[in-house]
């Protein structure tokens, strides 16, 4: 197959040179962006007359006819054609012939291939948005089931004060929040269009670009044609926000894990969502968990190599950047399995609402609020501390809790306790008094999920 680029070549290039260069195993992703892009292309040079109208509504008809096509399997992409842009080019011109060659007039595949990828993770930004907004969805009104449910709320792993089951889902709430915020902010900087960029200094001919942008739903246009050849950051950024969105999904996973394991068994996993083993009988792994916490690092290794490959390159642009998109597909490709899963998980897991609560009365959680009682009686906090931490001490060596001691075992730490201390230390009592905004007292967690559904209708 002869180049389109061949001009001032003499020789062929290697076949091994043919498979090394191409991308169009990976790329062929991108066909729908790719003529879509060529479509506003071609109608804006024929409204600007650069090219005769009828040859522009041809050109557009025939890339319509393609994109059918291929969506219909009809087509097969050839490697020696090197990329989608070559291929669908390739393919318009021998359908039409010179007609078709008028399409790459004012343009390079450089702002080209900028403009596909820009337009993908457009698309793909809004499709995982959709996603995440499910799970917060799933969450709130998990949440809303368990505004009683009380469990041991950790610090380094152990047990620190209670709280609800409702409060820990609302903390993931947050996090999920502010990834939705991340890829909308992704969003913004990726809906700026590079076509009219050319191959770095733009073009001698009357290009409109902002009608372009406009047909193809760009807010903007680069200010820069090196920049907009070059730049490669929205793919980073679009990139870092999911690798902190399965941060969050990762950490959540690690909790599920430690939750159904018999020691915590805080809750039991749907079958649909666990596996067994293949020598052990009585084994339920939660492996869709584990999954999703070993794939993070895939999309940590993503993030990585995009950086690595963007830290040395001069302008404009450098065939380093055709490693963007395996990168980038692979990230969004994870995130978007991953999501659904987790969010079905979640949705079906049983929750043991009696093994939550007697973690919660065990390891001294209350220990906090016995400290605080003495407190409002006049005891300076220090000293507070440091009477809770004897009672403490006195607790592990005679196999007690606080709950259980005598009131004269109390006074002999310290004559200020009375009666009223048993009433402030019950963990219902330690979760229902801690109503400042942001805490877990039931009648806070309600406004907060029912801030957060008002929120998700917002969306």
Not at 8 to 30: M, N, P
Not at 162 to 189: C, G, I, N, Q
Not at 318 to 327: G, S
Request: charged share 25%; proline share 2%; hydrophobic share 45%.
């Amino acid at each position: 197959m002869a180049k389109l680029w061949g001009g001032r070549f003499t020789q062929s290039t290697d076949s091994f040179t043919d498979h090394f260069h191409s991308s169009i195993s990976f790329d062929s992703r991108l066909y729908r962006e790719d003529i879509t892009g060529s479509m506003a292309h071609a109608a804006m040079l024929g409204r600007q007359g650069i090219i005769p109208a009828e040859d522009a509504a041809l050109i557009i008809q025939t890339l319509k006819e393609i994109l059918a096509d291929i969506e219909a399997g009809h087509i097969s992409f050839d490697e020696k054609a090197e990329d989608i842009h070559m291929n669908i080019e390739t393919i318009l011109i021998e359908r039409i012939g010179d007609v078709g060659k008028r399409l790459h007039t004012g343009r390079s595949r450089n702002d080209q291939v900028a403009l596909d990828t820009r337009m993908y993770a457009k698309n793909e930004i809004i499709a995982i948005q959709a996603l995440v907004k499910d799970l917060l969805a799933t969450l709130n009104d998990f949440a809303a089931n368990h505004t009683e449910t009380i469990l041991p709320g950790y610090t380094h792993l152990q047990r620190a004060q209670p709280v609800t089951l409702a409060h820990h889902l609302l903390a993931y709430v947050e996090m999920f929040k502010r990834d939705y915020a991340r890829l909308t902010d992704a969003f913004s900087r990726t809906n700026v269009m590079p076509l009219g960029s050319g191959a770095l200094a733009t073009t001698t001919y009357d290009l409109d670009r902002f009608s372009a942008a406009e047909e193809l739903g760009f807010a903007a246009i680069t200010m820069n044609s090196m920049d907009g050849v070059s730049d490669r950051d929205f793919c980073i950024e679009l990139v870092s926000a999911l690798s902190i969105l399965m941060m969050h999904l990762s950490r959540f996973c690690e909790e599920i894990i430690l939750w159904s394991s018999h020691e915590f068994h805080f809750i039991e996993l749907s079958d649909a969502y666990s596996t067994g083993s293949s020598i052990m009988p009585q084994k339920k792994n939660p492996d869709m968990a584990e999954l999703i916490r070993g794939k993070t690092g895939r999309v940590y290794g993503h993030l990585m190599g995009l950086l690595t490959t963007m830290k040395g390159l001069p302008l404009a642009y450098n065939k380093d950047m055709q490693e963007d998109k395996e990168a980038l597909f692979d990230a969004v490709d994870t995130v978007k399995l991953c999501l659904p899963v987790f969010t079905q998980m979640i949705a079906t897991m049983t929750v043991k609402k009696e093994a939550m609560l007697q973690a919660a009365k065990g390891g001294f959680t209350n220990a906090t609020d016995a400290a605080d009682w003495l407190v409002k009686q006049g005891v300076p906090f220090r000293d507070a501390h440091a009477i809770i931490g004897r009672l403490v001490l006195y607790c592990i060596e005679h196999h007690t809790n606080l709950d259980d001691l005598s009131l004269e075992e109390y006074q002999a730490i310290s004559p200020v306790f009375d009666e009223s201390v048993y009433d402030a230390i019950q963990v219902n009592q330690c979760v229902q008094a801690r109503k400042v905004i942001g805490g877990p007292a039931k009648e806070v967690t309600e406004k907060a999920i029912a801030a957060n559904k008002a929120y998700l209708e917002a969306l």
